[in-house]
T-cell receptor, first 111, second 115 residues
Framework: GEDVEQSLFLSVREGDSSVINCTYT??????LYWYKQEPGAGLQLLTY?????DMKQDQRLTVLLNKKDKHLSLRIADTQTGDSAIYFC???????????FGQGTELSVKP | EAGVVQSPRYKIIEKKQPVAFWCNPI?????LYWYLQNLGQGPELLIR????????DSQLPKDRFSAERLKGVDSTLKIQPAELGDSAVYLC?????????????FGPGTRLLVL
């Protein structure tokens, strides 16, 4: 079945790198996404990666995809207090656009 | 460019009462989604529209939930009657296809509390 798993919490110090991990089950997923949710707000798309790519970099964000292990990670370089939020990974198991989300990782950045 | 607009932002009702949520997608986005987000969880799809047509409503509890998108633009999600377990955030999203990726943009959500 379709399932996406994430660790629930991550705490880092300002200026360090953060790595948020995600595993998924559906090998047919074409795209994998990372969304950010701040308190009381909707989800903001951060980045996405096509399933035939291993890595994608976008400014401070680096996405790594290990398709064999069905493992996705999001690295945030030079983490700032404004990066404190909940981060969701999501897969699209079919071409219809339905997103399957993990339960979210709460990132806490300490000054 | 305006994002996805939802109203109301907050709603408190007593159980067994009806409630309705409204969503206006980003202009030009023909695909609209309603998601349910329980506390501490990721969003789960309730229904997806392509223009006026509901193309995936398999997760919508049809005994009490209904949705419509009559003119293929804004949409309404209704619950009647509401139950305590319906307390959650209801998110609307609309999508734009960038190349092959279908990128979904979310509204701020409606927080529902059923007492």
């Amino acid at each position: 079945g379709e399932d996406v798993e994430q660790s629930l919490f991550l705490s880092v110090r300002e200026g360090d790198s953060s790595v948020i991990n995600c595993t998924y089950t559906d090998s047919s997923s074409t795209y994998l996404y990372w969304y950010k949710q701040e308190p009381g707000a909707g989800l903001q798309l951060l980045t996405y990666i096509f399933s035939n790519m291993d890595m994608k970099q976008d400014q401070r964000l680096t996405v790594l995809l290990n398709k064999k292990d069905k493992h996705l990670s999001l690295r945030i370089a030079d983490t700032q207090t404004g990066d404190s939020a909940i981060y969701f990974c999501a897969e699209t198991p079919d071409q219809g656009g339905k997103l399957i989300f993990g339960q979210g990782t709460e990132l806490s950045v300490k000054p | 460019e305006a994002g996805v607009v939802q109203s109301p932002r907050y709603k408190i009702i007593e159980k067994k009462q009806p409630v309705a949520f409204w969503c206006n997608p980003i202009s030009g986005h023909n695909t609209l989604y309603w998601y349910l987000q329980n506390l501490g969880q990721g969003p789960e799809l309730l229904i997806r529209y392509e223009n006026e047509e509901a193309v995936d409503d398999s997760q919508l509890p049809k005994d009490r939930f209904s949705a419509e998108r009559l003119k293929g633009v804004d949409s309404t999600l209704k619950i009647q009657p509401a139950e305590l377990g319906d307390s959650a955030v209801y998110l609307c999203a609309s999508s734009l296809r960038l190349g092959e990726a279908e990128t979904q943009y979310f509204g701020p959500g409606t927080r529902l509390l059923v007492l």
